[in-house]
């Protein structure tokens, strides 16, 4: 009775050859090796590590959980664990395999990092170096590129304008700018807006941020030209509130006029684009500023500062107060005392000028004559053209 070895042997061996030919392929060859190893799994006769020796340190025993990795594993390991592994074989393990503790792979990797040379930063702009702590809040972000041609480099984030060294004026919301139009809206703010707040009898202490960066075209119609919001270089500006809770609003009627006008003024000195109420429907209620550059050095100023709207009249007139003086009223005439048509008591008959003479009644007597209403002229019919004549036809002449 054949084993089943053997029928294996006769079943994988190549080009019906027995194992023990050397025509056989690599894969019969480990085929073969295995079943050649069979019997001695049976007996147990497995290759066991060779014990640790006495005079070998100890092993860090790593925390419960810990798993190291194949690299963490391989960097750590002893020449003496080496040398083990080495002659144990290939395909078999330690035993006692033990794991490196966290802070070890830490501070490796910690070494690696050192290691690798650090990109230098890129240095700063003359407008950053300018703009420090003591003139606006302004930390640097990183630069935005894109979608398009959207976005750009030096930009900083807008969050107030110090003024005297300690107080601080708020742009709510944060406005993300470059550098070169922060820098401006801080002047702006400082220069300007500062002493207005201060003849006003109090002091600035926000100004309403209602857009800066968004990447979009002109008035946010599709299509349009990039609008300067796209490249970070404008500020739409609705007002500024006071410390006294005033709010002045830009482009409102009711606020004073030499108040906006004096704004209109300061901003499109500083600003090369200025757009308010009267330059399109886009910008009735905020004041567009920005930093474009055109050809030929070219500025806009596009604002038309309004006069207050009329004030309706009451449709009736308001009460008279009562500490109004009292009107003056004319006297009325007694009965049978009242004063005469030219100014004499009723009966007495006025005297005649000198040189004029007396008014004669009808009947000759002199006496006042009773005034008598004056007839309209009488006025005459309208009188008809009168048609001329037919001219008469001259009789012919007899030939």
């Not at 003139?135 to 005297?164: F, H, M, N, Q, T």
Request: charged share 25%; aromatic share 4%.
């Amino acid at each position: 009775m054949k084993s089943s070895a053997d029928r294996d042997g006769r079943k994988w061996s190549t080009g019906g050859k027995p194992c023990g030919q050397r025509t056989i392929r690599p894969f019969g060859v480990a085929f073969c090796l295995l079943l050649g190893a069979m019997p001695a799994l049976a007996r147990g006769d497995v290759p066991l590590p060779r014990p640790r020796p006495a005079a070998a340190p100890a092993r860090p025993v790593a925390p419960a959980g810990h798993t190291p990795d194949q690299a963490e594993t391989r960097q750590h390991t002893t020449p003496a664990a080496e040398g083990e592994q080495a002659a144990e074989g290939e395909g078999t393990a330690p035993a006692d395999t033990a794991a490196e503790p966290p802070g070890m792979a830490q501070a490796g990797k910690a070494g690696v990092a050192a290691a690798r040379p650090v990109p230098a930063p890129p240095p700063q702009s003359p407008c950053r170096l300018a703009l420090t702590d003591d003139i606006a809040i302004a930390p640097s972000i990183a630069p935005i590129r894109g979608p398009g041609a959207c976005g750009g480099e030096d930009l900083v984030r807008l969050e107030a304008v110090v003024i005297g060294g300690s107080r601080r004026v708020a742009l709510k919301p944060a406005a993300i700018l470059r550098c070169p139009m922060a820098r401006a809206v801080a002047d702006w703010v400082r220069t300007d807006i500062a002493p207005l707040a201060e003849r006003l009898g109090s002091t600035v202490s926000e100004v309403e941020n209602f857009d800066s960066f968004e990447c979009r075209g002109r008035n946010r119609i599709v299509g349009a030209k990039l609008s300067e919001h796209g490249r970070a270089n404008a500020l739409d500006v609705r007002g500024v509130r006071l410390a006294s809770g005033r709010f002045i609003s830009l482009t409102d009627r009711a606020e004073a006029r030499p108040v906006r006008e004096e704004v209109l003024h300061s901003v499109c000195a500083r600003f090369t684009t200025v757009l308010g109420p009267g330059s399109d429907w886009y910008h009735e209620d905020h004041i567009h500023l920005d930093l474009a550059e055109r050809r030929g050095g070219y500025r806009m100023c596009q604002w038309n500062v309004y006069d207050p709207l009329p004030t309706v009249a009451p449709l009736l007139p308001a009460e008279r107060p009562p500490e109004a003086p009292p009107r003056e009223v004319a006297e009325r005439a007694e009965p049978g005392k009242g004063s005469g048509r030219d100014g004499h008591p009723a009966g007495e008959a006025a005297q005649p000028q000198d040189g004029a003479a007396p008014a004669v009644e009808a009947d000759g007597q002199g006496s006042e004559a009773e005034p008598q209403a004056a007839e309209p002229p009488a006025v005459a019919p309208a009188r008809k053209p009168a048609r001329k004549p037919a001219r008469k036809r001259a009789p012919p002449r007899a030939s």
